[in-house]
């Protein structure tokens, strides 16, 4: 029920004292009968943090107030069996549209594509709202309603002249990263990427995995300046080969020297150090995109997706599609 009630408190965000030169920004969220509940929490979390970063900063002068939405309203059952309460779209039919409207997928989906009410609302409320993005089943609404791929309507979260996060894949495996990605990119597009990257790091850390912490031993305060820096030199170039000679000028030391001092601060050899950089790297790609295993291999430095399988197998006790697979339910 933790998960619900995080849904249904961002769903009423409410916006008591305003000042007079902020401007309310409404975000809408359609869900059908067995979504992904992680899905709609994160879309709503992105824009509860950017409130809450923003509340006492003035400058950015933009507010969001993010409604959970359905056909007929009340509650809507997820796919992992927990009810949110939702709003009917009814309510919204006389509104003037939404800065960003989200719809989701699930099982319902094959139903409310007979509902000519809903595909009524979306042919009114589509062309109103300045962005729109559909998640795995929501596509087919959208197409039924005559806003596919082929329609001369805006596409599905372009903007002209925006500058978007990057391009998420429109595979359905990948729908719960893109659907973060989107809302992140309006986040962006409205206040900067600062804010944006700082509620990434709020709202995003299934992407954490168990060597992301022995990677961010670079920044702890008891590592020396030289060794930061060089644990830092071979965390930005993993993704290619290197040699720890070259780790070593970074520092400033021998090869003889820079290995020793190495060990003592960080807790492990460079060459250690690097594979976790590798791994880690190998897990988010993994979980972020659909390339196949080899290519996320030779994209993070390890040459190949067999070597890749095995470091998996020693290291996690699985494989990297299993890894993929089991991050993704």
């Not at 509620?199 to 920044?219: E, H, L, M």
């Amino acid at each position: 029920m933790g998960c619900s009630s995080a849904v249904h408190t961002a769903s009423e965000m409410s916006l008591h004292v305003l000042p007079d030169m902020v401007s309310v920004r409404r975000v809408g969220i359609v869900l059908f009968s067995g979504f992904a509940l992680s899905q709609a929490a994160a879309i709503a979390e992105v824009f509860h943090s950017a409130n809450a970063l923003t509340e006492s900063d003035r400058r950015h002068g933009i507010r969001y107030r993010v409604s959970l939405l359905s056909a007929a309203g009340g509650r809507i059952d997820s796919s992992s069996s927990v009810f949110v309460w939702t709003e009917d779209i009814e309510a919204h039919r006389q509104s003037e549209g939404f800065h960003a409207l989200f719809i989701t997928g699930g099982a319902g989906v094959n139903n409310a594509l007979q509902d000519n009410g809903l595909i009524a609302w979306l042919r009114r409320t589509h062309p109103r709202s300045a962005l729109v993005f559909p998640i795995e089943e929501g596509k087919l609404l959208l197409d039924v309603a005559g806003f596919g791929q082929a329609s001369s309507v805006k596409r599905y979260g372009e903007r002209t002249g925006g500058t978007l996060w990057p391009a998420a894949d429109s595979n359905p495996s990948s729908a719960s990263v893109n659907s973060l990605r989107h809302a992140l990119a309006v986040v962006e597009e409205d206040l900067g990427a600062e804010v944006a990257r700082q509620i990434a790091d709020r709202v995003a850390p299934s992407g954490d995995n168990r060597f992301t912490a022995i990677v961010r031993k670079n920044t702890s305060a008891g590592i020396s300046e030289e060794i930061k820096k060089s644990a830092k030199w071979l965390e930005a170039n993993g993704h290619r080969p290197v040699s720890i000679n070259e780790a070593a000028q970074v520092a400033v030391m021998s090869g003889r020297n820079f290995l020793r001092r190495f060990k003592v601060e960080m807790g492990m050899t460079p060459s250690d150090y690097l594979l976790y950089v590798r791994l880690d790297m190998s897990c988010r790609l993994l979980l972020e995109s659909d390339l196949p295993v080899d290519k996320v291999a030779r994209r993070c430095g390890i040459g190949c997706g067999g070597r890749l399988a095995k470091l998996f197998r020693k290291h996690l006790a699985t494989t990297p599609g299993e890894y993929r697979a089991g991050m993704r339910l």
